[in-house]
């Protein structure tokens, strides 16, 4: 518990997305998750590009 709060608010939303991600039961539920996640927290049209 002590390790969970010394991680920044950025890793902890890192790691309940990955971890949220990981629950998914098929590739379909893992893409719905995807885009439910993208519409939650929405990245500048000219960031878009730079997670390929």
Avoid: K, V
């Avoid at 309940?16 to 995807?34: F, G, K, P, V």
């Amino acid at each position: 518990m002590g390790a969970w709060l010394n991680y920044s608010s950025d890793r902890r939303e890192r790691a309940y997305e990955e971890a949220y991600l990981a629950e998914s039961t098929d590739r379909y539920d893992l893409e719905y998750r995807m885009r439910e996640l993208a519409r939650a927290n929405p990245q500048p049209s000219w960031m878009s590009g730079l997670s390929r």
